[in-house]
């Protein structure tokens, strides 16, 4: 199985490039011609969530854009960065501008929601849609999954990222993939394999602890989104229960959104069911 995650790596490091943006090198996967969609990942996965995604954006007359953040996948980790997801955020603009993007659709998951929802607010003349995956507005009141609190304790987390490599694919498989089938065992153990890459996973523990749940930035997401100017979806995963149903409904009253795409999928619903998720954003880009 190792030979297999070995190869599964270099397959998603051979289809991208190495770019740097703000002093951090990083990598990106791009596919296809069009308006760029700028796909975002959160924890404890990096781009390469976004590798059946970005073919069938392709297929659909966009040009798939996904790239790790500092700390997760191919990108390094640097000891004095700023993890938090307003430092992310800064750093996703600058990664943004270093890959030649004046304008793009955004996609945005997990954590990677509201560290899009910061670059989106500050520019908002730079968006042209808005597809949010399985994530949430209501930081405020937003409590770590199971899987993910444990990460969270200084000390305990240090010990659970330990235990992860037996656990790992029965919690993703358990909280994150609906058609099992769709998504080869190898390609989930890749997952940790890159989340670990390098430091043993202390830049993702760094992650884990920046988490901003705050009243003042729950304000700034939902009184951004509210005056943005271009148009915004949500696709959810009906049987998603990492994220968890109540924090849809918070998500449209911010985006003013009556309705929502469900699909049959759990958290990681770009794995399993990327062509009914390309064909919601294809519906923005016209």
């Not at 011609?33 to 996965?45: A, F, K, L, R, W």
């Not at 943004?96 to 560290?115: F, M, Q, S, T």
């Not at 939902?222 to 696709?235: D, K």
């Amino acid at each position: 199985m190792k030979a297999e995650v070995a190869e599964a790596i270099e397959r998603h490091e051979a289809a991208g490039r190495r770019f740097e943006a703000a002093g951090v090198g990083s990598f990106a996967r791009e596919e296809g011609e069009g308006d760029p969609v700028v796909s975002m990942h959160g924890v404890p996965v990096s781009s390469f969530v976004y590798r059946n995604l970005l073919p069938e954006l392709a297929n659909r007359g966009l040009r798939g854009v996904a790239f790790d953040l500092p700390g997760l996948g191919l990108a390094e980790r640097p000891e004095d960065f700023d993890y938090s997801w307003s430092g992310l955020a800064r750093w996703t603009g600058e990664a943004i501008d270093a890959l030649g993007i004046e304008r793009c659709h955004l996609v945005v998951h997990d954590i990677g929601g509201p560290i899009g929802f910061e670059w989106a607010v500050r520019n908002p003349q730079r968006v042209l849609s808005l597809t949010a995956l399985d994530t949430w507005v209501d930081v405020a009141d937003f409590h770590r999954p199971w899987p993910m609190h444990p990460f969270s304790i200084r000390g305990v987390g240090e010990v659970w990222l330990r235990m992860l490599p037996p656990a790992f694919r029965r919690v993703h498989y358990q909280v994150g993939i609906e058609d099992r089938a769709a998504v080869p065992s190898a390609e989930v153990d890749a997952h940790l394999a890159l989340l670990k890459r390098g430091d043993g996973g202390r830049a993702f523990l760094k992650i884990m602890r920046g988490f901003e749940l705050t009243e003042a930035k729950e304000r700034f997401y939902v009184e951004g989104l509210a005056g943005r100017p271009f148009p915004a979806q949500i696709v959810w995963g009906k049987n998603d229960k990492m994220v968890g149903e109540r924090h849809r409904p918070p998500l449209q009253r911010a985006l003013g959104l009556e309705r929502a795409t469900l699909l049959p999928a759990k958290h990681f619903l770009q794995e399993d069911q990327a062509p009914a998720v390309a064909d919601a954003v294809a519906s923005l880009s016209g």
